[in-house]
């Protein structure tokens, strides 16, 4: 089996992250993902720039268009990744079901920066039966997944409290973990503004929020982009701390013990046991969950649904601000 696919936008998501480095070990773009998963075909992309055109068919030895219009004159896909800019993910989704409709979306996050434009999004794919998903790819990475199944088997026990830091944007960088915290602890309950933070551009904005979900709650805290990056998140379950560190490059786990010493008290007990993370290779993972929503499978994807509900959340939180 092997679906046709195609990219909107050769930025660096779409197709650049990864350009220069090892196949073998980095799969950060959804050009390299796509070209090397067998149950895919990576038959063109569209981008208007002429470089990112040319670099394209060099490195995939696939045509690339200046246009989605040219495209779907040439191309009837079955799968479409929207990774153009956030402004175009309307106008890329209503002309992908004015055509010939793909199967399925994917994505780049978010949906929409109004949240007119992302409820019309889902209803348009819904009335044409097409499947959309948000690329919020830590929901299928392995690492995380286990921290998921440990957490809804009780392993992980329950309520949490936590804190997550985020640079760069709620809505572009802090909504990724917002997303995860979502899969772990299950949907927003109400939030508490702690500070407006800065205004970023694109209408986004690096406020520090206390977030309640079902099961725990986070306090969300800004750092500034361009001192550097830093994303975590710690979270004190009943029974130990779940580490997610470097945007979840490590995950840490130190369960809680009886001291020897002191019958009376629990401390964490001793070495953290790491949980195989494989954040380097991200995207094929999102890939591999995607070829399984195709055959009808179970898939770890965040749905349109759900990308929604975290675009409403972190909307209501920025809206907060005044």
Same mark, same amino acid.
């Given at each position: 089996?092997?679906?046709?696919?195609?990219?909107?936008?050769?930025?660096?998501?779409?197709?650049?992250?990864?350009?220069?480095?090892?196949?073998?070990?980095?799969?950060?773009?959804?050009?390299?993902?796509?070209?090397?998963?067998?149950?895919?075909?990576?038959?063109?992309?569209?981008?208007?720039?002429?470089?990112?055109?040319?670099?394209?068919?060099?490195?995939?030895?696939?045509?690339?268009?200046?246009?989605?219009?040219?495209?779907?004159?040439?191309?009837?896909?079955?799968?479409?990744?929207?990774?153009?800019?956030?402004?175009?993910?309307?106008?890329?989704?209503?002309?992908?079901?004015?055509?010939?409709?793909?199967?399925?979306?994917?994505?780049?996050?978010?949906?929409?920066?109004?949240?007119?434009?992302?409820?019309?999004?889902?209803? %348009?794919? =819904?009335?044409?039966?097409?499947?959309? +998903?948000? @690329?919020?790819? /830590? &929901?299928? *990475?392995?690492? #995380?997944?286990?921290?998921?199944?440990?957490?809804?088997?009780?392993?992980?026990?329950?309520?949490?409290?936590?804190?997550?830091?985020?640079?760069?944007?709620?809505?572009?960088?802090?909504?990724?973990?917002?997303?995860?915290?979502?899969?772990?602890?299950?949907?927003?309950?109400?939030?508490?503004?702690?500070?407006?933070?800065?205004?970023?551009?694109?209408?986004?904005?690096?406020?520090?929020?206390?977030?309640?979900?079902?099961?725990?709650?986070?306090?969300?805290?800004?750092?500034?982009?361009?001192?550097?990056?830093?994303?975590?998140?710690? %979270?004190? =379950?009943?029974?130990?701390?779940?580490? +997610?560190? @470097?945007?979840? /490059? &490590?995950? *840490?786990?130190? #369960?809680?013990?009886?001291?020897?010493?002191?019958?009376?008290?629990?401390?964490?007990?001793?070495?953290?046991?790491?949980?195989?993370?494989?954040?380097?290779?991200?995207?094929?993972?999102?890939?591999?969950?995607?070829?399984?929503?195709?055959?009808?499978?179970?898939?770890?994807?965040?749905?349109?649904?759900?990308?929604?509900?975290?675009?409403?959340?972190?909307?209501?939180?920025?809206?907060?601000?005044?």
């Amino acid at each position: 089996m092997s679906w046709k696919a195609i990219i909107v936008g050769l930025g660096q998501i779409g197709m650049g992250y990864d350009l220069s480095l090892a196949p073998e070990i980095f799969v950060y773009s959804h050009a390299r993902a796509l070209s090397l998963h067998s149950e895919f075909n990576l038959i063109g992309a569209v981008d208007p720039g002429i470089e990112e055109r040319e670099a394209f068919q060099k490195a995939y030895q696939a045509p690339a268009y200046a246009s989605l219009k040219q495209m779907l004159e040439q191309h009837a896909p079955d799968i479409a990744v929207i990774a153009s800019p956030t402004s175009a993910h309307y106008d890329a989704v209503f002309d992908l079901l004015s055509e010939v409709p793909p199967q399925a979306i994917l994505c780049e996050k978010p949906l929409a920066y109004s949240l007119e434009d992302a409820r019309k999004m889902l209803a %348009l794919c =819904a009335e044409k039966k097409v499947s959309l +998903y948000v @690329n919020y790819m /830590r &929901r299928s *990475e392995p690492g #995380a997944l286990e921290v998921k199944r440990r957490i809804h088997s009780g392993e992980i026990a329950g309520p949490f409290k936590g804190l997550a830091w985020y640079s760069k944007g709620l809505l572009h960088n802090g909504s990724h973990f917002f997303n995860l915290l979502e899969d772990w602890l299950g949907t927003m309950q109400g939030f508490e503004l702690i500070s407006a933070g800065r205004d970023l551009a694109g209408g986004d904005a690096e406020p520090d929020v206390h977030v309640s979900f079902r099961n725990g709650s986070v306090t969300f805290l800004a750092v500034k982009d361009e001192n550097f990056s830093h994303n975590s998140i710690e %979270l004190f =379950a009943t029974n130990g701390r779940l580490r +997610y560190e @470097n945007g979840g /490059r &490590r995950i *840490e786990w130190t #369960a809680a013990a009886i001291d020897e010493n002191l019958k009376a008290y629990k401390f964490l007990a001793g070495d953290a046991a790491e949980i195989q993370s494989d954040l380097n290779r991200y995207q094929h993972h999102v890939v591999q969950q995607l070829s399984q929503a195709l055959k009808g499978h179970q898939a770890q994807l965040c749905d349109g649904i759900s990308g929604l509900q975290t675009l409403e959340a972190m909307h209501s939180i920025l809206e907060s601000r005044g």
